[in-house]
C-alpha cells in the first residue's frame, strides 16, 4: 500500500515527452529512469546526493540533473524528496513518532522533515499523523 502511494505521487510529477501535461505510467518505465527510480526506491533511507546518484549512473551532476527532469518535468531533489514524505506518511499512518519517520525516510535533521513535510502535504507530521488515525 505504502508503495502505491509512492507511486501515486511520482505519477503526478511524471511528464510525458510532449510536456504537455499528460501523466506518464510508472510500469511503463524503463531505461535509465527506471534504473534510477528503482535504485532510488532501495536507497532513499540513506544520505544521498546529486553527486553520489549521478556517480551511479555514470554522468556527470548536471547531465544527469538535466536528463532526469526533462524525463519526469522534476528535478531529483523534488522526486527523492516526494518519495521520502510518502513513506514517512505510511510509517505516521501506522503509528511511527515524527522522530521514528524522519530517521526512517533518510532526514538529517528532524526540522528539516517537518518543515518539508508541511510544505509537501500541507500539515506538520503530527497534523497528519492524528488526521489519518481519527483522533
Same mark, same amino acid.
Given at each position: 500500500?505504502?508503495?502505491?502511494?509512492?507511486?501515486?505521487?511520482?505519477? %503526478?510529477?511524471?511528464?510525458?515527452?510532449? @510536456?504537455?501535461?499528460?501523466?506518464?505510467?510508472?510500469?511503463?518505465?524503463?531505461? %535509465?529512469? @527506471?534504473?534510477?527510480?528503482?535504485?532510488?526506491?532501495?536507497?532513499?533511507?540513506?544520505?544521498?546526493?546529486?553527486d553520489t546518484v549521478s556517480e551511479k549512473f555514470g554522468y556527470n551532476k548536471a547531465y544527469f540533473c538535466s536528463l532526469f527532469k526533462s524525463s519526469t518535468g522534476v528535478t531529483y531533489l523534488n522526486y527523492l524528496n516526494n518519495?521520502?514524505?510518502?513513506? /514517512?506518511?505510511?510509517?505516521?499512518?501506522?503509528?511511527?513518532? *515524527?522522530?521514528?519517520?524522519?530517521? /526512517?525516510? @533518510?532526514?538529517?535533521? /528532524?526540522?528539516? %522533515? *517537518?518543515?518539508? %513535510?508541511?510544505?509537501?502535504?500541507? *500539515?506538520?507530521?503530527?497534523?497528519?499523523?492524528?488526521? *489519518?488515525? @481519527?483522533?
Amino acid at each position: 500500500a505504502c508503495l502505491a502511494s509512492v507511486l501515486e505521487i511520482f505519477e %503526478f510529477f511524471a511528464k510525458d515527452s510532449r @510536456g504537455d501535461g499528460i501523466t506518464a505510467p510508472i510500469s511503463a518505465r524503463s531505461g %535509465f529512469l @527506471g534504473e534510477v527510480i528503482d535504485w532510488s526506491e532501495q536507497n532513499f533511507r540513506s544520505r544521498i546526493t546529486l553527486d553520489t546518484v549521478s556517480e551511479k549512473f555514470g554522468y556527470n551532476k548536471a547531465y544527469f540533473c538535466s536528463l532526469f527532469k526533462s524525463s519526469t518535468g522534476v528535478t531529483y531533489l523534488n522526486y527523492l524528496n516526494n518519495l521520502r514524505i510518502s513513506h /514517512a506518511c505510511c510509517l505516521l499512518k501506522d503509528g511511527a513518532s *515524527v522522530n521514528e519517520a524522519c530517521e /526512517a525516510c @533518510g532526514f538529517e535533521t /528532524a526540522s528539516y %522533515f *517537518v518543515q518539508l %513535510f508541511k510544505k509537501v502535504v500541507g *500539515v506538520t507530521p503530527k497534523q497528519y499523523q492524528l488526521t *489519518v488515525s @481519527g483522533i
